[in-house]
């Protein structure tokens, strides 16, 4: 399953299947950028994240592919498992880490 | 577990009140970092603390203050609540590398 475009509310996939969460950023000066995952009822989980001297990083089932040309972010989740669904944000660092983040992306993991 | 407690866990106040939130970070890290998560502005950052002193503001109200404590603990203090003051706040607080690990949140619900 993938969120096509820049942001889509809703992920639904088929358990098993890879999931793509896609996401743009919009400070082109931002260095640094990271995948929370949160579950409901909690805080925010740390996934992943990436420093813009890269394009891609790969976690435990995870993967983080970023496109400083386009200003686009994408995490890559392998074999999606029920534990999988959640609300995912991403967030680019405006300086001193202050965070923003984006709207989220709701994936539900089908049986 | 992400060892950042917050309490308390929900609040329910009127219209008008003051409330304070408290946040203590892991143990050994040195900044803290609030956040209001909302439905309809999303997850947005606060304001930031290091070792005590202020580092970094971000989209947060007159009304609303915080500090940090010898001991490192963080508070968030609203004031003159209104109805739109309704949200999950979290806490998060990092070490040297910088990574946020989040509180599990405080709702806070004003009537």
């Known amino acids: 399953g993938e969120s096509v475009g820049l942001h889509l509310p809703t992920l639904s996939v088929q358990e098993g299947d890879n999931s793509i969460i896609n996401c743009a950023y919009s400070?082109?000066?931002?260095?640094?950028f990271i995948w929370y995952k949160q579950e409901s009822g909690k805080g925010p989980q740390f996934i992943i994240d990436?420093?813009?001297?890269?394009d891609k990083r790969q976690g435990q089932r995870v993967t983080v592919l970023l496109n400083k040309t386009v200003k686009h972010l994408s995490l890559q989740i392998a074999a999606t498992q029920p534990g999988d669904s959640a609300v995912y944000f991403c967030?680019?660092?405006?300086?001193?880490?202050?965070?923003?983040f984006g709207a989220g992306t709701t994936v539900t993991v089908r049986a | 577990d992400s060892g950042v407690t917050q309490t308390p866990k929900h609040l329910i106040t009127a219209t008008g009140q003051r409330v304070t939130l408290r946040c203590s970070p892991r143990?050994?890290?040195?900044?803290v970092y609030w956040y209001q998560q909302s439905l309809d502005q999303g997850l947005q950052f606060l304001i930031q603390?290091?070792?005590?002193?202020?580092?970094a503001k971000g989209n947060i109200l007159e009304r609303f203050s915080a500090q940090q404590f010898p001991d490192l603990h963080s508070e968030l203090n609203l004031s003159s609540l209104e109805l739109g003051d309704s949200a999950l706040y979290f806490c998060?607080?990092?070490?040297?590398?910088?990574?946020?690990?989040f509180g599990p949140g405080t709702r806070l619900t004003v009537l």
């Open positions: 998060a607080s990092s070490g040297t590398d910088n990574e946020q690990f």
């Open positions: 400070n082109s000066a931002s260095d640094y």
């Open positions: 990436i420093r813009s001297n890269m």
């Open positions: 967030a680019e660092n405006m300086g001193d880490y202050k965070l923003s």
């Open positions: 143990s050994g890290d040195l900044s």
């Open positions: 603390y290091y070792n005590g002193e202020e580092r």
